[in-house]
Structure formats: C-alpha cells, structure tokens
C-alpha cells in the first residue's frame, strides 16, 4: 500500500473515532452490543465531498455491485418503480441507480447529518430518520418495487432482525438487495445473517435469485487487516402472493 494511502487510511480511523457517537443497545448476547452513528448535524464544512473522499480512499464498490445485481434482475419499468433505500447514507446507491434509469427513492437512515446530506442530493422524494433495530421502518408494509440496504448490515450496525421488515417493505414480487461484509470482525454476523435469509426463504417468505460474493468489497480500515476485504450481495424476490408473505 502506498505512504500516501496508508496515511489517508490512518486519518479516516482517527476521523471515524472522533466523529462517531457510542450508542448502547439493549443488552444482547453477542458482542456486536455497541454500535457507532452519528446523530450530530454536519459539523460546519463537512459536505458529500468527505464521504466521496472516503469513498475514494476505501474504493468502496457495494453500491455499484448492488445496483449491478439489481438491474440484472429487475423486470420491471425502471422509471416507475419506487425504491426504498435503507441506511442510505448520503445516496451513492441512488446515484448509481438513478444513471441506470431508475427515479423514485425514499432514503431512511439513523443519523441526521447523513440524511441533511441525502436530502441535499436531491436524489430523494422522501428522507426519514428511523434507528433501525429499535424502531419499526416508517414505511407502509408492501409498497416497494425494490427495496435496498447497502453496506449497514454488519456487526455494531444494523441487528440481522431488521431483513424480516425490508421484506415486509417490499410489495409481493418486489426484489430485496442487500450487503455485507467478509472480514474477520463480521464473520459470526455474516452466518447469522445468512442464517436468516435462509429461514424467509424456507418459510416462503422470499426466493434467492442471486448471491455475489467479491473479494475486492473495499480496502481494509481495521488495524488488524491488510489490503481489501471481502464481502457478498444478496438479491431476493419476494413472495408473489400476499397469501404467501404471512406478516402482510
Ligand atoms: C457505510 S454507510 C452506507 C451508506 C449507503 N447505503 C452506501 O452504501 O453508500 C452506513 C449507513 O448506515 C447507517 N446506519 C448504521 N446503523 C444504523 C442503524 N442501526 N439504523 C439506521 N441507520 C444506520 C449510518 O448512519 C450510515 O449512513
């Protein structure tokens, strides 16, 4: 890794401490009981070019690989579908659909700086601030075309519980994308999480149409990795009945 790369790597870590809030969750077994979101207003400076640097610097791929895996398998007219993008941070997912056709979104996310900057996008119909995990979605159930949630499901993030609700959100037939990580740290989370979609799937809740697993999700930030790290994108399609899809 270049001096020059290493030393942007070692400023975002520090960044990251600093600017991030400890939130507690109610005591849970594991050991992903903490979790970091900012819930500050933007700091006064700090726009979406911070988050494109940061970006740049991970070479951070998941929305481009999600909005891929959702534009192979979406049948539907692209200009009239209404997407729901959860945990959308300040919308690089929305902006990589909206150049692939797509024009609807509703944006929720935890922390109040990213949705500003969300907003200020312009990308976004709709934002609203949920803490997911310890609030339902603010979402009418079943009303999406396509439902999305990039590069938040991972330890101290988003608890796996919530993939039953973006499957609640999405109308019956609708598709359901989702991310995770492959480092060591999110490990015991990716098995809980795939244990999950498995269960929906078993329960006719929703149908696998495509997993991607890439070796180059984005550079490593831990102290204790080196160079990228892995991660997978996890594409379903809903129940086509609301018969099927029991919790409707
Ligand atoms: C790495 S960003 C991803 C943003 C966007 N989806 C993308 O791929 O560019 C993670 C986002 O998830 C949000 N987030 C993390 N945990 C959350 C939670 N429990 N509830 C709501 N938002 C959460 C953060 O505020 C942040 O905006």
């Avoid at 935890?110 to 200020?120: I, N, P, T, V």
């Avoid at 037939?173 to 989370?189: K, P």
């Avoid at 979609?197 to 080196?226: F, K, N, Y």
Wanted: glycine letters at 8%; one cysteine or more; hydrophobic letters at 40%.
């Amino acid at each position: 890794m270049s001096r020059n790369v290493a030393s942007q790597r070692e400023k975002l870590l520090l960044r990251w401490d600093r600017e991030s809030i400890v939130v507690r969750r109610r005591p849970r077994k594991r050991p992903c009981a903490l979790r970091r979101l900012s819930r500050r207003r933007p700091a006064s400076g700090a726009s979406s070019a911070t988050t494109l640097q940061d970006v740049a610097v991970l070479q951070y791929r998941a929305p481009a690989l999600a909005a891929g895996s959702i534009c192979r398998h979406y049948t539907g007219a692209r200009e009239a579908a209404l997407v729901l993008d959860v945990a959308c941070g300040t919308g690089l997912v929305a902006a990589q659909m909206k150049k692939d056709g797509f024009a609807h979104f509703v944006g929720i996310d935890g922390s109040g700086s990213m949705l500003e900057l969300a907003r200020k996008s312009g990308l976004y119909q709709d934002v609203r601030q949920c803490i997911l995990g310890d609030e339902d979605l603010p979402v009418q159930w079943g009303s999406f075309d396509v439902v999305l949630l990039v590069g938040a499901l991972s330890c101290g993030q988003v608890p796996v519980a919530v993939v039953t609700e973006l499957c609640r959100a999405a109308k019956p037939g609708g598709v359901v994308c989702m991310t995770t990580r492959s480092n060591l740290q999110n490990l015991e989370y990716k098995a809980d999480l795939e244990r999950e979609l498995r269960r929906m799937e078993e329960d006719g809740r929703w149908c696998r149409v495509e997993v991607q697993e890439e070796e180059e999700w984005e550079r490593a930030v831990s102290r204790e990795e080196e160079g990228f790290i892995g991660g997978s994108v996890y594409l379903y399609r809903t129940a086509a009945t609301e018969k099927l899809n029991p919790k409707l």
